[in-house]
């Protein structure tokens, strides 16, 4: 279907972080196109958005100034951060809170809230998203060792 606002603005994000590590400079007069397609939402779109528009950029062998990851955080109603919430745990939730995540020195890149929180609780949200990021960039590790161990 017809993209509406909520993928208009997903997109934005998405365009904006990639840009951030993309090193552009190095292919002028060059268009890159990212394509990702939503087969089904189990919650934390974004942040999966963001890891595979990662994945891509390396897979495809761009220049980047570093790689990036995607953490998406929920914050229940009694304060209680999740990581990698599902549909449900979003919909059940105070305040989501989507972070991009560079690996160098684990910089902020995009962050995007949904709901109310306080500064305290999202500096606490991203403290979560930082220390997650990890596993992620250790996923990225292993899965580009499996594919090119194999050719």
């Known amino acids: 279907g017809c993209a509406g606002v909520l993928e208009r603005s997903r997109e934005q994000l998405l365009r904006q972080t990639c840009e951030a590590v993309l090193l552009g400079v190095l292919h002028p007069r060059t268009a890159i196109s990212l394509v990702l397609q939503v087969l089904s939402d189990a919650g934390s779109l974004l942040s999966c958005c963001l890891n595979a528009a990662c994945m891509a ?34 919909q ?47 996923f990225y590790r292993d899965s580009v060792c499996r594919r090119y161990s194999k050719s």
Do not use: H, N
């Open 92 to 138: 059940e939730a105070r305040a989501i809170l989507t972070f991009a995540i560079a690996s160098s020195e684990k910089k902020v890149l995009m962050a995007t809230t949904k709901g109310s929180c306080s500064v305290e609780e999202m500096q606490q949200c991203l403290a979560a998203a930082q220390r997650a990021a990890d596993t992620i960039f250790q």
């Open 57 to 90: 950029l390396l897979d495809a062998g761009l220049p980047l100034t570093a790689l990036f990851c995607g953490v998406t955080c929920a914050l229940q109603p009694d304060g209680s951060i999740l990581l990698d919430p599902t549909a449900r745990q979003e």
